[in-house]
């Protein structure tokens, strides 16, 4: 787990930055600000979504995402986590613990 002893450092994110993403319109809102690839109704909670997760310290503070119904998948994508974008589409990713990253960001519909 990516824990620091925050008297010591400051201004530090334990969650460091996002490593990839996996769908290119995401990308390119999260990099340029661009909406092309992405539905414009759903545009302002992305961004909202990614600002959030740019400032998280601890992945135990995406539970209390209660509107965005935030929850871990299991089976096969076990360990990814999934944010409710839309009623059919999801803001999901994994979180690699050990480089203290977000990893395969992705805007999908997996139901």
């Not at 990713?93 to 997996?110: P, S």
């Amino acid at each position: 787990m990516c824990r620091v002893d925050k008297r010591y450092v400051t201004n530090y994110s334990l969650i460091v930055n996002i490593r990839n993403f996996t769908h290119k319109g995401l990308k390119r809102l999260y990099e340029d600000g661009s909406m092309k690839g992405v539905s414009p109704d759903m545009v302002d909670k992305l961004r909202k979504m990614l600002a959030y997760l740019d400032t998280i310290e601890d992945p135990e503070e995406l539970w209390a995402l209660t509107a965005w119904k935030a929850h871990t998948l299991t089976g096969n994508r076990k360990g990814t986590w999934s944010l409710s974008v839309t009623r059919n589409r999801h803001l999901t990713f994994r979180i690699d613990t050990a480089e203290c990253e977000l990893c395969d960001v992705n805007l999908e519909d997996y139901h």
